[in-house]
Nanobody, 113 residues
Framework: QLQASGGGLVQTGGSLRLSCLAS????????MAWYRQAPGKQREMVAT???????TYADSVKGRFTISRDNAKKSVFLQMDTVEPEDTGIYYC?????????WGQGTQVTVSS
């Protein structure tokens, strides 16, 4: 239901744009988010987009990453700018509708120093 893409290898200071296509109903009212999991670490929230309130970000990415969505295309994006080696990890697209949570398959982001 969630298809993430756009990961890859990028140098420190560079940019990358992740995309997630959601084959779901009620997309515009869903909470959509990006999470990431670095090697040996727990999965953590990176950015969240909710129906109504503005987006929220992890402190570590504030001012560098931007989450956006295109409700007509049922897609959510993560623009990653000024990336750092600490941004390396598998990035997962997340969707929540009430108590129903879905995860995408993940896309690998590797930032070289």
């Amino acid at each position: 239901q969630l298809q993430a893409s756009g990961g890859g290898l990028v140098q420190t200071g560079g940019s990358l744009r992740l995309s997630c296509l959601a084959s779901v109903d009620n997309f515009s009212r869903r909470t959509m988010a990006w999470y990431r999991q670095a090697p040996g670490k727990q999965r953590e929230m990176v950015a969240t987009s909710r129906w109504g309130p503005g987006p929220t970000y992890a402190d570590s990415v504030k001012g560098r990453f931007t989450i956006s969505r295109d409700n007509a295309k049922k897609s959510v994006f993560l623009q990653m700018d000024t990336v750092e080696p600490e941004d390396t990890g598998i990035y997962y697209c997340y969707s929540r509708w009430g108590n129903y949570v879905s995860w995408g398959q993940g896309t690998q982001v590797t930032v070289s120093s």
